[in-house]
């Protein structure tokens, strides 16, 4: 088991380099990336997520690292809130469940949008495993007090129509990387110099979903825990429906064979590497979406697919038009950036499942590309 890349030197946080080592020690030297990428961004008031850091924000000079849709423009969840209204009427539920709340401040805008089309009596409920983002998450809600409700983990039985931004490009990912033909898992080690981590591949039976063609070597990602998560959602969701909306691919994409470099992706500071090795607990890590894999998962568990289309397209079919026509210069040239195809127009993109017989949503009427997937 040898390192495969020039070991790199980190500024990490001395609590949450001492908690890694422990782990990688406790598990004889190596542990895979998905358990690094976990703790990285997870561990208890010191991985990214867990920790004080801005996160959220417009530009570098407010501490932030990124922006969400959410924080470019309100007209994001008054949109998303027409296709939420319609899924509550048709599930006959009262309550929305989002996952990885971020700022808050989608939530203020699907509550604000909800209300003004009638359904002030709608609950909502955020399942967050940040403590310091759900400190954020009550101060933007704090108009809303009484109607929103905060949990740790996902409840054993739950009613109601679920939303998630940019929730499963966060969940940890196992690196797959064939060389000279051979399979491997990637995964992490100490640096022999003892100042940070570096890479080491294990001989694995393991294997991505679809045959990558040709013999050049090739890097990419698996995603067990976001296929864990969408089956468990699957078995705790009563009644109701879903909705989730992140950067990826169907498998035919994602599993191209000249997309041989993976996606692995960090942000600090609104720029982006491929280190996630590197200043590890400051920054962000994640991995693009096998929207396939997603779609299979929710199948299996017993969902129905409502459709699969571009965040583009899903907006548009959502009105979001009528909403920029009404806005200022500003304010639209704010959400073109959610609907132009060079910005996140087309990177992201959408998955709706429903408990039971499916309808036609809203969000996918037109340019629905479910038989891609």
């Known amino acids: 088991m040898a390192p495969v890349t020039t070991p790199t030197t980190n500024s990490l946080p001395i609590a949450l380099d001492h908690l890694i080592t422990r782990s990688v020690e406790r598990a004889g030297g190596w542990i895979g990336f998905d358990r690094f990428m976990a703790l ?8 990214y997520y867990a920790n004080t850091s801005a996160k959220f924000g417009h530009m570098p000079s407010s501490g932030s690292d990124f922006v969400t849709a959410p924080e470019l423009t309100p007209m994001f969840g008054h949109t998303l809130a027409v296709q939420v209204l319609e899924a509550l009427e048709k599930t006959g539920t009262d309550t929305v469940w989002e996952f990885g709340a971020g700022s808050g401040a989608l939530a203020v805008q699907l509550l604000h949008a909800l209300g003004e089309m009638g359904r002030s009596d709608v609950r909502y409920r955020i399942v967050d495993l940040s403590g310091t983002l759900r400190e954020r998450q009550q101060q933007a809600l704090a108009g809303h007090a009484g109607r929103v409700e905060w949990l740790g983990e996902l409840p054993e039985a739950m009613q109601g129509v679920v939303v998630g931004n940019e929730v499963l490009d966060a969940m940890p990912v196992q690196l797959l990387a064939r060389v000279k033909g051979a399979w491997f898992e990637r995964g992490v080690v100490r640096n022999p110099a003892g100042d940070g981590w570096t890479w080491a591949d294990r001989s694995t039976e393991l294997r991505p979903p679809v045959e990558v063609t040709g013999g050049h070597d090739y890097l990419t990602e698996v995603h067990p825990q976001a296929q864990a998560f969408i089956a468990t959602l699957a078995d705790r969701l009563e009644k109701g429906a879903a909705f989730l909306i992140d950067y990826g691919f169907p498998e035919s994409e994602y599993y191209h064979p000249q997309r041989h470099m993976g996606t692995v992706m960090c942000h600090r ?6 280190d996630p090795l590197s200043e590890v ?3 962000d890590i994640t991995a693009h979406v096998d929207f396939t894999g997603i779609a299979v998962a929710g199948q299996e568990a017993g969902l129905s697919v409502l459709g699969y289309t571009s965040q583009a397209r899903f907006l548009l079919n959502c009105g979001m038009l009528g909403l920029m026509e009404r806005g200022t210069v500003g304010q639209r040239g ?11 127009g087309e990177l992201f ?11 036609d949503a809203v969000g996918f009427a037109e340019g629905d590309r479910s038989h891609t997937l």
């Open 40 to 47: 990285a961004l997870y561990a208890p008031g010191l991985g």
């Open 269 to 274: 500071g609104h720029q982006a590497d491929g």
């Open 281 to 283: 607990g400051y920054k």
């Open 334 to 344: 704010m959400a073109a950036r959610l609907i132009h195809e060079h910005e996140m």
């Open 349 to 359: 993109k959408v998955v709706g499942f429903a408990v039971g017989e499916p309808w």
